[in-house]
């Protein structure tokens, strides 16, 4: 049987097409003895048209199998339109049924392919609960798994220490750029926008004390100890870390880090470490820039509302902040880059090879380190309590 | 039979491609014509670079030529909307199977799509597809990621398949398969095109496959199509790539399956 007799007309109907009466799908009953006609193209395009689609499901109320059916009518029959009358005949053969020949063989096909769906198989609650302990606690997992990381980091940076013209040096100047450089112009903007909005908030207040003088301490300690840091990390995260995870994480899909193995190039060292040592050093800097744009930011804003001179502010800010603030604020945004980089890497290695996976390693990177900083931020506030402060 | 078979499915009329870079233009194509008939399974041969793939994606309209026309089925390949599946079919290389749904889902996608279909037509509809590709109702709930290659070709067929389109387009079809898993895959493609009465487009670097299933090849050199017609008409041209295509090692160890008695391509 050549291919092309069976559909004499499967060309899809052209839009013209579609509104003629001949093509949509309907049956008619022919009154004299209950005789079912199906007629126009029972095709996929033709159900995609709603108002064919509606009057279709109409017209097939009142008929089943027990009726006798003709189908010759129909100018065209997919899969999709076999289904459906496949479907509607509850799976069976009409009783008597008057079809041509291409009709009969895709409903035959129909006929030979229609299974019962397979049950989803879903793991119960043993099995589930079985799995679960298993896999034991989720913390002592996450605990294992950051051990293993930190441990990696200090053997890799172990390596680099013992042959340092071996080193990834280009990778990481590379990511000092794309982390450090690159991102100077937001976090400025942000730390500036920062200061202007903490200074007009403070200088209402110190007003009514008549302390206007105490806005220099007020900024320069909340904004050089606390605020520049977190901010700038946060940023940072968001901005970098969501990066390094997509990285990777596409690595993993797209199999480079399987090439990477089996070329005996190893992750930690290739992959991990530059990134987490371009963090280390970029974090400090990154945090500075934020807190001087966010005096310069505050500077200005009690400038124009409490007619704090620049001179002064500027005079009155190294005796309002000793210099350990900066030290502490530096070392801060250390870890706060370590534990970025480290965190952005883990889940970009834990990415599955399928898209959602991807998506979700993403969102835990962020939203994890954005805690894991302000986590260690709190922490660093208690144990540091006495110092830097006058 | 002629008459049917003078039908156009695919119409390309005078089109350039240019890949614009830095070290100048690179014109792919240049005054390309083509056309494709109902029926046929039409093979596109040519060395890397000549554009084959492009060519195939200009006939989806996933690219535009710089150029020239591209009809198909009688309408400009860009107005492809949510019925695009109901028309053309396209198996890409790597299968390009969404990730995130279950094996069933991903066939069943464009009927869904439609809003319309109630749902357990469509579940029925998407197993009856998935068998068809010689696949078990058992592998409906899988992911993407658990399949081998050569399910992820079938399972992509299926998709392909699920709204009937009449013209189906197949990008390395065989590519990465084991022989065997690859002689599988032409038997069903050619049990499809025999079943649905499909028109196909396939771009193959497998000369079993070129064989095996193609109702005319047509051949990419020069930024044209430099001949196109039955194998062994295409084998006799004279041009230094078609000699050094067919006529090597390779090429005479795969022509000798066309000396064997097969039986006859359908459709034609």
């Known amino acids: ?23 949509a799908p309907r049956v008619e009953r022919r009154d004299d003895q209950g005789v079912v006609t199906a007629l126009g193209r029972w095709t996929s395009l033709a159900f995609s048209q709603p108002r064919d689609w509606q009057a279709l499901t109409q017209s097939l109320e009142g008929t089943g199998v027990d009726q006798p059916w003709d189908l010759r009518g129909i100018a065209q029959l997919d899969h999709i339109g076999g289904q459906l009358l496949w479907n509607h005949w509850g799976q069976a053969w009409p009783a008597s049924i008057e079809l041509g020949e291409s009709h009969k063989a895709v409903l035959e096909h129909v006929q030979q392919f229609t299974t019962a769906a397979p049950p989803r198989i879903e793991p119960d609650w043993f099995e589930r609960l079985r799995h679960a302990l298993n896999r034991g606690p989720v913390l002592m997992r996450i605990g294992r ?35 450090g450089a690159t991102a100077l112009p ?105 807190s001087a744009a966010a005096i310069i930011g505050g500077m200005l804003a009690a400038n124009a509302t409490l007619d704090i001179s620049l001179s002064f502010f500027l005079q009155a800010l190294p005796r309002a902040v000793p210099f350990g603030n900066v030290v502490l604020a530096m070392s801060k945004s250390a870890v706060f880059g370590v534990l970025i980089a480290l965190i952005a890497c883990y889940f970009g290695m834990k990415v599955k090879p399928n898209t959602e996976s991807l998506g979700r390693g993403t969102t835990s990177s962020v939203v994890t380190s954005i805690t894991m900083v302000i986590l260690v931020d709190a922490l660093f506030a208690v144990l540091f309590r006495g110092v830097a402060f006058r | 039979m002629t008459e049917a078979a003078s039908e156009v499915v695919v119409d390309i009329r005078g089109l350039w491609t240019v890949f614009e870079n830095d070290r100048g233009d690179q014109v792919v194509h240049r005054d390309l014509d083509l056309t494709i008939y109902r029926g046929e399974v039409l093979s596109l041969v040519g060395g890397s670079g000549t554009g084959k793939t492009v060519l195939l994606r200009q006939i989806l309209g996933l690219e535009h030529p710089d150029k020239g026309v591209v009809s198909v089925l009688g309408a400009p390949p860009a107005e492809l909307s949510a019925k695009g599946a109901a028309r053309v079919g396209m198996l890409f290389q790597h299968g390009a199977l969404f990730s995130a749904f279950s094996v069933l889902d991903n066939i069943a996608f464009p009927l869904r799509e439609l809003k319309l279909l109630p749902r357990d037509l469509i579940r029925d509809a998407a197993l009856v597809k998935l068998q068809m590709v010689g696949l078990g109702p058992e592998h409906a709930y899988k992911m993407p990621a658990d399949l081998s290659g050569g399910m992820i070709k079938r399972v992509a067929l299926a998709r392909a398949l699920i709204m009937d389109p009449p013209l189906l387009l197949l990008d390395e079809p065989t590519a990465g398969l084991d022989p065997e898993s690859s002689d599988d895959f032409c038997n069903l493609l050619r ?76 459709g034609l």
């Open chain 1, 145 to 179: 798994d950051a051990l293993q990381l930190l441990g990696q980091l200090v053997i890799d940076i172990g390596t680099l220490i013992r042959a340092p013209h071996r080193g990834p040096w280009r990778d990481f100047s590379g990511h000092l750029y794309h982390i």
């Open chain 1, 1 to 23: 049987m050549p291919p092309a007799a069976p559909r004499p007309e499967s060309l899809p109907a052209s839009p013209a097409r579609q509104g003629d009466t001949d093509a």
């Open chain 2, 191 to 266: 049990r499809l095109h025999q079943d649905l009465g499909l028109t196909v487009v396939m771009v193959t670097h497998d000369l079993d496959t070129l064989f095996d299933l193609s109702t005319r090849i047509a051949v990419l050199a020069d930024q044209r199509v430099i001949v196109s017609g039955e194998a062994r008409d295409v084998i006799a041209y004279p041009h230094p790539f078609i000699h050094d295509y067919f006529l090597g090692g390779r090429g005479q160890r795969a022509m000798e399956a066309l000396h064997e008695p097969r039986a006859p391509a359908p």
């Open chain 1, 186 to 290: 937001i976090t400025a903007l942000v730390g500036l926008l920062i200061g202007v909005v903490l200074a007009y908030l403070t200088s209402q207040q110190l007003r009514q004390y008549g302390a206007e003088t105490f806005i220099v301490n007020i900024l320069g300690l909340s904004l050089i100890r606390e605020l520049g840091p977190v901010l700038a990390a946060v940023l940072i995260a968001g901005r970098s870390g969501s990066a390094i995870t997509a990285q990777i994480g596409v690595m993993r899909v797209t199999e480079e880090l399987d090439a990477m193995r089996v070329m005996g190039i190893p992750h930690g060292y290739r992959l991990v470490m530059p990134r987490v040592l371009a963090l280390a050093i970029a974090m400090p800097l990154i945090s500075i820039w934020t």
